[in-house]
C-alpha cells in the first residue's frame, strides 16, 4: 500500500513564495508521473504541473514563469515551489502519484489535500 504526506501551504500575501512537497512510501514497482493539482472553491480539480520520472515537466498555462515542479527519484517525493502567488492561487492543492504495483497494476493515489491562501 502507497501512502502520500503533504507538507507546505498556508497563507501569504500577493507576490510571496511557498513550497509544497509531498513524500510516497510503501510498497510500489515504480513510481511514475507525480503531479500537483489544485481545487479551488466552486470549481472542479484542475492541473497545475507534473513531472516524469525522466524529468519531463508540465504546467497549466496561469502558473508558468511562476512555478517549478521538481522530485527526488531516491526519496520518492515531489516538491512545487510558488513564486509570485496571486490571489487566484488560492486553492487546496493535492499532490497525485502514479505508480505501477507489484504485479503490473497502474494505479493512482491522491494526497489529503493542504490549502494555499493569497492574501494580503
Known amino acids: ?4 504526506v503533504e507538507s ?8 510571496g513564495s511557498l513550497r509544497l ?3 510516497a512510501s510503501g510498497r510500489f514497482f515504480s ?7 489544485r481545487q479551488a472553491p466552486g470549481k472542479e480539480r484542475e492541473l497545475t504541473a507534473t513531472i516524469t520520472g525522466r ?8 502558473v508558468k514563469g511562476r512555478f ?17 502567488l496571486k490571489p487566484e492561487d488560492t486553492a487546496v492543492y493535492f499532490c497525485s502519484v502514479s ?6 497494476k497502474a494505479l493512482n493515489l491522491w494526497g489529503q489535500g493542504t490549502q494555499v491562501t493569497v492574501s494580503s
Open 1 to 4: 500500500q502507497v501512502q502520500l
Open 8 to 15: 507546505g501551504g498556508g497563507l501569504v500575501q500577493p507576490g
Open 21 to 23: 512537497s509531498c513524500a
Open 31 to 37: 513510481i511514475n508521473v507525480m503531479g500537483w493539482y
Open 55 to 62: 524529468g519531463t515537466t508540465n504546467y497549466a498555462d496561469s
Open 68 to 84: 517549478t515542479i521538481s522530485r527526488d527519484n531516491a526519496k520518492n517525493t515531489v516538491s512545487l515551489q510558488m513564486n509570485s
Open 99 to 104: 505508480y505501477t504495483a507489484y504485479g503490473g
